[in-house]
């Protein structure tokens, strides 16, 4: 298996200007999870998504940002419009839920800039 | 609620030395505990897990982590590092059967030659 795909892996936007972050996750698993990692704030959880419902999105910094799984095999993450307090990197993981007990699997991320 | 602390921001070792990387982690439940080593510019990889049974669990790499429930405790540990090993390290804890999974604010390992 290629494991968790993310694209791109790099962005650079411009302040005010739509980003779209890609994940595919790994084929069987029906958990999804949408990282963020700074500096400051280290790893957050942004959403989860189960059997491709959102399960919880309390983690979305604001309404800028929407995320969406239209299918087990895709999944989108969407700020708009963008700042530069967006920069970071975003990372997609995918699990098999059946029991707590399953490690989940991390993209290679994507690294967002914003100017 | 759940949450991970992760004491040591930096931990320098020689190579060929023991590595320990300390984790304690705080839950309602049972805890379902995870590390994971990131590369720079890259994903962070899964390198073991403690679920129930044997304290001292063993992952990849040579990699190995003991469970201490009396001191809410799950430290990593690597008889002999390797330059390699130079990495972020991540402890992760689930409490339960909440899917949601907390991370540690990571410790930068530095192995030096």
């Known amino acids: 298996d290629a494991g968790v795909i993310q694209s791109p892996r790099h962005e650079v936007t411009e302040m005010g200007q739509e980003v779209t972050l890609r994940c595919k996750p790994i084929?069987?698993?029906?958990?999804l999870f949408w990282y963020r990692q700074t500096m400051m704030r280290g790893l957050e959880l942004l959403i989860y998504?189960?059997?491709?419902?959102?399960?919880?999105d309390s983690g979305m910094p604001e309404d800028r940002f929407s995320a969406k799984m239209p299918n087990a095999s895709f999944s989108t993450l969407k700020i708009q419009p963008s700042e530069p307090r967006d920069s970071a990197v975003y990372f997609c993981?995918?699990?098999?839920?059946?029991?707590?007990?399953?490690?989940?699997?991390f993209g290679q991320g994507t690294r967002l800039t914003v100017v | 609620a759940q949450s991970v602390a992760q004491p040591e921001d930096q931990v320098n070792v020689a190579e060929g030395n023991p590595l320990t990387v300390k984790c304690t982690y705080s839950?309602?439940?049972?805890?379902?505990l995870f590390w994971y080593v990131q590369y720079p510019n890259r994903g962070l990889q899964f390198l073991l897990k403690?679920?129930?049974?044997?304290?001292l669990v063993k992952g990849s790499y040579g990699f190995e982590a003991e469970f201490n429930k009396s001191q809410t405790s799950f430290h990593l540990k690597k008889p002999s590092a390797l330059v390699s090993d130079s990495a972020l390290y991540f402890c992760?804890?689930?409490?339960?059967?909440?899917?949601?999974?907390?991370f540690g604010a990571g410790t930068t390992v530095t192995v030096r030659a």
């Open positions: 993981a995918s699990s098999f839920r059946r029991e707590m007990n399953t490690e989940a699997f």
């Open positions: 084929s069987g698993h029906n958990s």
């Open positions: 998504f189960n059997n491709n419902v959102p399960i919880d």
């Open positions: 839950v309602s439940g049972n805890p379902y």
């Open positions: 403690y679920i129930t049974g044997d304290n």
């Open positions: 992760a804890v689930r409490d339960g059967d909440d899917y949601k999974l907390s």
